[in-house]
C-alpha cells in the first residue's frame, strides 16, 4: 500500500463530460457511479488501466451506458498487494482498513502484520476484526495471537457473523462517515460480515458481476457499497498473499509506527535498523520495546523488497 499518490492531470472539461467514483473493477472493466446516482460502464483510455475502486474519475459518456475515463482525480491514498508475479493496486481514497481474522480456521499473523503494516504506511486508521467469538475452543489463543498488535493501539473488535445485528452494532459506529475497506484471508468470514453491514449486498453483487461481465470469477473483483448508516464500504477478495514489493525503505518504516520513537536516536541517518551500530531501533528491541515478532516481520519484508529489487 502506498500513500499521498496523485492521480493523471485533470485535462480540461469536455462537453458531456461528467465526474463520477468507481464502484466496481474487474481488469480493465469500471463500474462509475455519478451524483444521480446512475452508473455507466467505463474503460480507460490508452493501454494503462491505473484506476481503482474509490477512485474519483473524468469520465466522457459513449452510448446509452458506458463512457470512456479521462482522468483520474488526486487521490487521498492508493493501495496495493503483491504476489509472486506481480503489486496490484485495488482501492483509493481509504480512510479505515478493517482486517478480518478469526477464532477459526486458524489465522496468518504474518499476514495481518503485513496488511497493517500496508495500511500504516499509507496513513490508513487500522482496525482489527476478530470474527466467529461463539466459538469458543481456540478464542482464547486468538485474543493472546492479538495481544501485540492491540498493546500497539490498534482497536481489536469482537463479533460474531452468525449474530449480524450484534455484528453490525459493533462495526457500523466505526465505519460511519468515513470511507472503509474490509479486508481478510480466505475463510475468515469476511462475506459474511458485509452482508450483516450491507443487507441485501448479494443482490449488488450480482448486478455488478453481470455489468463488469465477470462470470465465474466475481471472487476476484472489488466493490464498494453505500452503507445504511453512511459512509462507505469496500470488499476485495479473500487473499493468502499479501507482499509489500511496492513500498520503499521509508514506507515500509512508516508501517511500523513502534519504531518512530527510537529511529531519531539511530546514529546512521540511512540506518537500516537490521545491523547498524548505535541503531536506536535494535537497542529498543533489546531492551524489550519492540515486540520481537514485529522486528521479525520487519526484516522479512525488507528483505523480500530487497531481493525483488535485484532482478
Known amino acids: 500500500m502506498r500513500g499521498r499518490q496523485q492521480g493523471s492531470p485533470v485535462p480540461a472539461n469536455r462537453p458531456q463530460q ?3 467514483r468507481i464502484i466496481g473493477a ?17 474503460f480507460p483510455r490508452g493501454k494503462k488501466a491505473g484506476a481503482a475502486v474509490g477512485d474519483r474519475v473524468t469520465v466522457s459518456p459513449e452510448g446509452r451506458d458506458e ?30 482498513l478493517f482486517i478480518v481474522v478469526a477464532v477459526q480456521p486458524t489465522f496468518s499473523d504474518d499476514l495481518a502484520g ?6 500504516c504506511s499509507a496513513g ?58 474490509l479486508l481478510g484471508q480466505s475463510g475468515m468470514g469476511k462475506s459474511t460480515l458485509l452482508n450483516a453491514l450491507v443487507p441485501g449486498a448479494d443482490a449488488p453483487t450480482r448486478e455488478h458481476s453481470t455489468a463488469l461481465d465477470m462470470g465465474k470469477h466475481t471472487t476476484t473483483s472489488t466493490r464498494l457499497y453505500h452503507l445504511p448508516s453512511g459512509g462507505d464500504l469496500i470488499d476485495s477478495p479473500g487473499f493468502q498473499a499479501f507482499g509489500l514489493g511496492h513500498l520503499s525503505g521509508e514506507d515500509i518504516v512508516r508501517g511500523f509506527p513502534e519504531f518512530a520513537p527510537f529511529v531519531a536516536h539511530c546514529r546512521f541517518y540511512n540506518c537500516t535498523h537490521l545491523h547498524e551500530p548505535g541503531c536506536g531501533v535494535l537497542a529498543a528491541l533489546r531492551e524489550g520495546m519492540i515486540e520481537p515478532a514485529r522486528h521479525a516481520l520487519y526484516q522479512r519484508i525488507v528483505e523480500e523488497n530487497a531481493a525483488q529489487a535485484r532482478y
Not at 26 to 42: A, K, N, S, Y
Not at 91 to 96: L, P, S
Request: glycine share 8%.
Open 124 to 181: 490508513i486508521e487500522p482496525y482489527l476484526v476478530l470474527n466467529k467469538v461463539d466459538l469458543e475452543a481456540g478464542l482464547a489463543e486468538a485474543r493472546a495471537r492479538l495481544a501485540p498488535l492491540a498493546r500497539l493501539g490498534v482497536p481489536v473488535l469482537e463479533v460474531s457473523a452468525q449474530d449480524p445485528n450484534h455484528a453490525r452494532a459493533v462495526l457500523a459506529p466505526h465505519m460511519t462517515g468515513h470511507a472503509n475497506l
Open 114 to 119: 503485513r496488511a497493517l503494516t500496508g495500511a
Open 18 to 20: 461528467l465526474q463520477g
Open 67 to 96: 463512457g470512456a475515463i479521462d482522468a483520474i482525480l488526486p487521490r487521498k491514498n492508493l493501495l496495493y498487494r503483491s504476489d509472486e508475479m506481480r503489486s496490484k493496486q485495488f482501492a483509493a481514497n481509504v480512510d479505515r
Open 26 to 42: 474487474h481488469g480493465r472493466h469500471f463500474l462509475v457511479e455519478f451524483e444521480d446516482g446512475t452508473q455507466r460502464l467505463c
